[in-house]
C-alpha cells in the first residue's frame, strides 16, 4: 500500500456565491506523478491551489471539508502557511522569476529561512541549477536579471527556485503551457528525475498526462469524476464523460 | 457647393477651432515661463546672484542699504519641506502598503476617499485648523512663546502632502504584477516578507517618485505657511525658529511694491527660482513614473 | 507552531495599520474640528447677509460667497472649454512626434507649479500688461490659467483611455475624423472629462494665493457688479479673519466660512462623481 502524503476530503470551494470545487475526496501518493485533467473552467487549477493554500489571496473565498498534509489539517489555526507552502511548492502556469539576478532569485527562499552564509548559499544555487540543468548554460550569468533568460530557462529557474527550498510536494499549474515543444519536453524529463517528490500537475494536454503521470484525476464542473493509475484513465475509463474527454467529444 | 466639399470645409473649420484653442492654451502656459523669466531676469541686472543666493539678509526697503539675500528664506522653504517629508513619508508609505496590500477590500474602500477628502481641503482651511488647534499644543508642548514656527508647519504641510505620496505609491504598487507576489508566498515568503523583498523592491523608483511630488508640493505651499510659520525673516537656527519661507514672502511682499521697480522684479526672482525647483523636481519624477509603469507592464 | 518570522510580520502590519488609521484620523480630525466649532456660526443671517465691517457678528459673508460663485463659473466657462478643446487638438489632431510629447510633458508639468507663480503670472499679464486692474477678471483669468493643466491633464487621460481600435473600426467605416471624435471618442471619455474638471474647478475655489495677487479684497460695500470691480472671496476673507482680525470672535466666523467653502467644495466633488456614474450608467446601458 503505497503512502498517501495528500488527503482532500469532501473539500468544497467558493468564490463568492460560485461553487468552484464540489466535494472533492482524493488522494495523492507520495513521490509520484499525479496528473489532474480537465476542460478549461473545471476547477482543477483551483484545486491545486487549495493544496498550498494560494487562495488565502482571494479575500471571497470559502471553503469546507479538509485537506491533509501528512496527517496534519492545513486549515486548522496551528498550521504556519509559510511552512506549509516551503514544503508544498508551486511552479506557475506562466515563468515568474523576480526581477532580480538570477542567483537572488535561486536564494530568496533559503535566506527567507534565514540562510546567511555565502557559502552555503552559493552550494543551493549551484545544486538546484544543476538539478533542473540550467548551471551550464547560467553558471557565469549568475548576476544577470533572470528576465533576460528565455521563456523555457525562466520556467526551469522557478522550478530551480522551488527546489531550493527543499519542497517535499510540487504543485505546477500548466507549467508548460507558455512554452516551446523542446521546452516542454526538458521540463517533463525533469519531473521524471525528481524521484524523491510528490508532484502534481494540471495540464489541459492529455499526451503531456499519459507521458509523465503515474496516477490521473479527472475533473469536470468543479467535481472528481474518475481518479486511478494514468494507464488505466486512458486505456479504460469507468465513466462514460471521461472517455467522451480523453477521446476528444469535449474540451 | 456640393455636400461633399461642405463636409471637407466642415472638417478644416472644426480642426482649426481645436487648433486655435490648444495654440492658446500652449501660447498662456508658454507665457507664465516668459513673464516670470523677463522680468525676474531683469533684477540681476542690479542685483549679483552671488548676493541673491548667499547673502542671509533680505531688506529690500531700505532706503540707504537694500539687501537681497533669500538664503535665510530658502532655508525656511528648505526646513519645511525637509521636515514635512521626515514625517509625511514614512506614514505615507505605510498607508500605501496598507491600502494595496493589506485592507480588506471594504476598509479600502472607506479608507481611499476619507484620504482623497484631506487633499480636497484648501490649504487656508488646514492652516486655520492648525493656527486655532496644532499651534497652542505646539507652544505649550516646548514651553516656547508662540507655536507660530517651522515645526508647526512642516506637521500641517505633511498632512497637506499625505495624500499625494498616498496615492501615487499605492497606485504603483498595485501595478506589481499579482504573479510576483504568488511566486514569493509560494515559496514560503511571509506577506510582509513579500512585501519587504519582492514589492517595494519592484516599486521602489515610482515611490521615490511619489516623494518627489510630494516635495514639489511642500516647496510651493504659499497659505499654510503664511499663516503657520511666523514669517520671521532672520535665519533659522532651528525648527522651532519662525521662518518665512520664499513662497511666503511673495504673498506678504507683492502687494506693497511699485509695479516695475527692483523690489517687484526681485520678487518675481524669486517665483522664478520656485518655477524653475518644482517644474525640475516634477519633470524628473514624472519620467520616472512613466519608466515604471512601462517597466511594470512590460513585465507582465 | 508559529516561528519568529510571522511574529515579526504581526508586529510590522500592526505599525503599519497605525500608520493608515493615523492618515484616515486626521482628516476626520481636522473635518471634525471645524464643523464643531464652526457650527454655531452658521445661521439664514451668515449665509444670506452682507459683511457688517464694523463688526463681523452683526453680518454674514454674503459677498464673499457670491464672490467665490461668480469665480467658479467664470473660470468653468473658460478654462473648460479651452482645455478640453486643447486636450482633443493634442490628442486627436497633432501627429505623436517628440515636439508634441514635449509640449504634452510641459503641461503636465505645469499642474505642480506652485499657485502662488500663477498668481504673479496673472500679475504681471492680466492685471498689468493688458491693464485688467485688480479685478474679478483678472482672477477669473489667473484661475483659468492655473487649471488649464490640470484639466488637460484629465481629459488627455480619458481621451487616451478610448480603445484605438474603436477609432479605426470607425474610420474604416468610412467616418470622418470629427465624425469619429463626435460620435466615438467623445462620449467615451466624456464622463473623466467632466469629472477631471469640475475637480479642477473645485480645488482653484480653494486656493487663496493667486487671488491675493490678482484682486480678492477683504471689504467691498456691495456685490461686483461687473467683472472690473473687485470682489470678495471665501478663501482670502478666512484668510483674513484667521490672521489679521481683532474681534475676539473672529477665528469662529473664520471656522464658519471655512465650513462653507469646504462644503461647496464637496458638493461639487460629489457632483462630479455623481456625473461621472450617471454618465457610466448610460454608456454602458
Not at chain 1, 525562466?154 to 499549474?173: E, F, S
Not at chain 2, 504573479?179 to 511571509?190: F, M, P, Q, R, V
Not at chain 3, 466633488?269 to 454618465?279: F, Q, V
Amino acid at each position: 500500500m503505497p503512502k498517501k502524503i495528500i488527503k482532500t476530503e469532501n473539500l468544497n470551494l467558493w468564490f463568492a456565491n460560485k461553487k468552484i470545487l464540489k466535494e472533492i475526496n482524493l488522494e495523492i501518493v507520495e513521490n509520484k506523478i499525479t496528473a489532474i485533467i480537465g476542460p478549461s473552467g473545471c476547477g482543477k487549477s483551483t484545486f491545486v491551489r487549495t493544496l498550498n493554500r494560494m487562495n488565502d489571496l482571494i479575500p471571497s473565498c470559502r471553503i469546507t471539508g479538509n485537506v491533509h498534509y501528512k496527517g496534519k489539517n492545513i486549515f486548522s489555526p496551528e498550521t504556519d502557511v509559510t511552512n506549509l507552502r516551503q514544503n508544498i511548492g508551486q511552479v506557475f502556469q506562466k515563468p515568474n522569476p523576480f526581477p532580480k539576478s538570477i542567483f537572488d532569485n535561486i536564494a530568496f527562499g533559503p535566506r527567507l529561512y534565514g540562510e546567511k552564509n555565502k557559502d552555503k548559499l552559493k552550494n543551493i544555487v549551484e545544486e538546484s541549477l544543476e538539478k533542473v540543468g540550467l548551471w551550464k548554460e547560467v553558471k557565469n550569468d549568475l548576476a544577470k536579471n533572470a528576465l533576460s533568460l528565455s521563456g523555457g530557462q525562466q520556467q526551469r529557474l522557478c522550478l530551480a527556485r522551488t527546489l531550493a527550498t527543499k519542497p517535499k510536494v510540487i504543485l505546477m499549474d500548466e507549467p508548460c503551457s507558455a512554452l516551446d515543444p523542446l521546452s516542454t519536453a526538458k521540463i517533463e524529463d525533469l519531473m521524471q528525475n525528481l524521484k524523491d517528490i510528490t508532484i502534481v500537475i494540471v495540464t489541459h494536454n492529455m499526451q503531456q498526462a499519459t507521458r509523465v503521470s503515474h496516477f490521473t484525476g479527472f475533473f469536470l464542473m468543479g467535481k472528481l469524476i474518475e481518479f486511478g493509475e494514468t494507464k488505466d484513465i486512458f486505456t479504460k475509463p469507468q465513466n462514460k464523460k471521461t472517455e467522451d474527454y480523453i477521446s476528444g467529444k469535449f474540451g | 457647393m456640393s455636400k461633399r466639399k461642405w463636409q471637407q470645409l466642415k472638417e478644416t473649420i472644426i480642426k482649426y477651432f481645436f487648433g486655435i484653442n490648444g495654440v492658446i492654451s500652449i501660447l498662456v502656459l508658454l507665457g507664465i515661463f516668459l513673464f516670470l523669466t523677463k522680468t525676474g531676469l531683469q533684477s540681476f541686472e542690479k542685483i549679483s546672484l552671488s548676493q541673491f543666493f548667499l547673502e542671509k539678509e533680505w531688506n529690500p526697503t531700505s532706503y540707504n542699504n537694500p539687501q537681497w539675500g533669500i538664503l535665510a528664506m530658502l532655508t525656511g522653504t528648505i526646513y519645511i519641506a525637509l521636515g514635512s517629508l521626515v514625517i509625511a513619508v514614512p506614514i505615507g508609505i505605510a498607508t500605501s502598503i496598507y491600502l494595496s496590500e493589506i485592507a480588506s477590500p471594504i476598509m479600502r474602500e472607506l479608507l481611499k476617499p476619507a484620504i482623497e477628502m484631506i487633499a480636497a481641503v484648501p490649504s487656508v482651511v488646514l492652516g486655520l485648523f492648525g493656527l486655532i488647534f496644532l499651534v497652542p499644543i505646539i507652544s505649550t508642548f516646548f514651553r516656547i512663546s508662540s507655536g507660530l514656527n517651522a515645526l508647526s508647519a512642516s506637521i500641517l504641510v505633511a498632512i497637506m502632502v499625505l495624500p499625494t505620496i498616498i496615492s501615487i505609491s499605492e497606485d504603483i504598487i498595485r501595478e506589481v504584477p499579482q504573479e510576483y507576489k504568488e511566486a514569493s508566498l509560494a515559496l514560503g515568503a511571509t506577506r510582509w516578507e513579500t512585501i519587504q523583498k519582492v514589492i517595494l523592491p519592484v516599486s521602489a523608483s515610482g515611490i521615490f517618485a511619489s516623494i518627489m511630488l510630494g516635495l514639489g508640493r511642500a516647496i510651493g505651499e504659499t497659505m499654510l505657511v503664511l499663516i503657520i510659520a511666523g514669517n520671521a525673516q532672520a535665519f533659522p537656527k532651528s525648527f522651532l525658529d519662525p521662518v518665512r519661507p520664499i513662497t511666503a514672502n511673495i504673498a506678504i511682499e507683492i502687494k506693497e511694491v511699485v509695479t516695475g521697480d527692483l523690489h517687484y522684479q526681485a520678487l518675481f526672482a524669486t517665483g522664478l527660482l520656485l518655477f524653475m525647483i518644482t517644474f525640475t523636481i516634477n519633470l524628473v519624477s514624472d519620467i520616472i513614473i512613466h519608466k515604471q509603469l512601462k517597466n511594470l507592464n512590460h513585465e507582465k | 507552531m508559529k516561528n519568529n518570522r510571522i511574529l515579526k510580520e504581526k508586529i510590522i502590519f500592526s505599525f503599519i495599520k497605525m500608520a493608515a488609521f493615523f492618515s484616515a484620523i486626521t482628516l476626520v480630525l481636522i473635518i471634525g474640528y471645524v464643523f464643531i466649532r464652526g457650527f454655531k456660526v452658521i445661521s439664514w443671517q451668515f449665509l444670506f447677509q452682507e459683511v457688517q465691517q464694523r463688526d463681523i457678528t452683526k453680518g454674514g459673508i454674503l459677498q464673499a460667497i457670491i464672490g467665490t460663485i461668480y469665480l467658479g463659473i467664470g473660470t468653468f466657462f473658460i478654462a473648460v472649454p479651452a482645455g478640453i478643446s486643447s486636450a482633443i487638438f493634442l490628442n486627436e489632431y497633432i501627429p505623436d512626434t517628440k515636439t508634441s510629447r514635449v509640449i504634452r510633458v510641459a503641461i503636465r508639468n505645469l499642474a505642480g507649479v506652485p499657485s502662488i507663480v500663477y498668481g504673479l503670472f496673472g500679475l504681471a499679464v492680466f492685471v498689468q500688461f493688458f491693464n485688467l486692474k485688480t479685478s474679478l477678471l483678472s482672477a477669473i483669468l489667473t484661475l483659468s490659467s492655473m487649471t488649464l493643466p490640470w484639466i488637460i491633464t484629465a481629459s488627455e487621460e480619458s481621451l487616451k483611455a478610448v480603445p484605438f481600435e474603436f477609432r479605426e473600426a470607425a474610420l474604416a467605416m468610412g467616418a470622418t475624423n470629427w465624425q469619429t471624435i463626435k460620435k466615438i471618442v467623445i462620449p467615451h471619455s466624456l464622463p473623466g472629462m467632466i469629472t477631471g474638471s469640475i475637480l479642477g474647478l473645485s480645488r482653484a475655489l480653494g486656493e487663496t494665493a493667486p487671488i491675493i495677487l490678482v484682486g480678492a479684497t477683504f471689504y467691498c460695500r456691495s456685490l461686483p457688479t461687473s467683472v472690473f470691480d473687485k470682489f470678495m472671496a471665501l478663501p482670502y476673507h478666512l484668510f483674513i479673519l484667521a490672521t489679521q482680525h481683532a474681534h475676539p470672535q473672529a477665528h469662529e466666523y473664520a471656522l464658519g466660512t471655512a465650513i462653507v467653502l469646504i462644503t461647496i467644495i464637496y458638493l461639487m466633488s460629489l457632483t462630479a462623481i455623481l456625473i461621472r456614474y450617471h454618465l457610466r450608467k448610460k454608456k454602458n446601458a
